[in-house]
Antibody
Framework: QVQLVESGGGVVQPEKSLRLSCTAS????????IHWVRQSPGKGLQWVAV????????YYADSLKDRFTVSRDNSKNTVYLHINSLRDDDTAVYYC????????????????WGPGTLVSVSS | EIVLTQSPGTLSVSPGERATLSCRAS???????LAWYQRKPGQAPRLVIY???SRAFGIPDRFSGSGSGTDFTLTISRLEPEDFAVYYC?????????FGQGTRLEIK
């Protein structure tokens, strides 16, 4: 079955960097876009970024694009989210999720999600 | 950006009864590009409805979505114990994806 599992979260000091990973199985990974979505404590869900199937198309939320970088390694069935200059308000559960559009298009909704990884920014 | 407002914040319903959840958009959602997700504690969110009214794979037919423009509804016709969760709507009709704040569906 389709599975996505995030890793790399933890407690990080402000201004440091962090790389999150999303490893997938159960489907042809290289044929699907993968999104990152986060949820801060007590707040709503926020879309972060997407990388399309071949890694050549990437989009970011306007407020995050200066510090966030998404990439993928299809040989490892893994998508990465690199976050620079971490701030207190980056504290959140970070989810990766599959876009159902395949190689045809990005549909911008999410048919499978991982359980999330918690990032806590604290000195 | 399109702001999605879900109501009520918490809905208390007895098993076997009907639940109706609302999602209202601050402007029209193009092409009815609206999805609903279910989230239970400690679990990955689950897609329930996409395209405003299409059930996702494996979703029972007691779940239905309706609406267009700015007003959308998720209806669960006969609540089962496993349906009690938080439900989020999401629009993907314009460049900025946004989510509603969620409705908690709890057992009465």
């Amino acid at each position: 079955q389709v599975q996505l599992v995030e890793s790399g979260g933890g407690v990080v000091q402000p201004e440091k960097s962090l790389r999150l990973s999303c490893t997938a199985s159960g489907f042809p990974f290289g044929s699907y876009g993968i999104h990152w979505v986060r949820q801060s404590p007590g707040k709503g869900l926020q879309w972060v970024a997407v990388v399309w199937y071949d890694g050549n198309v990437k989009y970011y939320a306007d407020s995050l694009k200066d510090r966030f970088t998404v990439s993928r390694d299809n040989s490892k069935n893994t998508v990465y989210l690199h976050i620079n200059s971490l701030r207190d308000d980056d504290t959140a559960v970070y989810y990766c999720a599959r876009d159902p559009g395949g190689v045809v298009t990005l549909d911008y909704y999410f048919d499978y999600w991982g359980p999330g990884t918690l990032v806590s920014v604290s000195s | 950006e399109i702001v999605l407002t879900q109501s009520p914040g918490t809905l208390s319903v007895s098993p076997g009864e009907r639940a109706t959840l609302s999602c209202r958009a601050s402007q029209s959602v193009s092409s009815n590009n609206l999805a609903w997700y279910q989230r239970k504690p400690g679990q990955a969110p689950r897609l329930v409805i996409y395209g405003a009214s299409s059930r996702a794979f494996g979703i029972p037919d007691r779940f239905s979505g309706s609406g267009s423009g700015t007003d959308f509804t998720l209806t669960i016709s006969r609540l089962e114990p496993e349906d009690f969760a938080v439900y989020y709507c999401q629009q993907y009709g314009v460049s900025r994806i946004t989510f509603g704040q969620g409705t908690r569906l709890e057992i009465k």
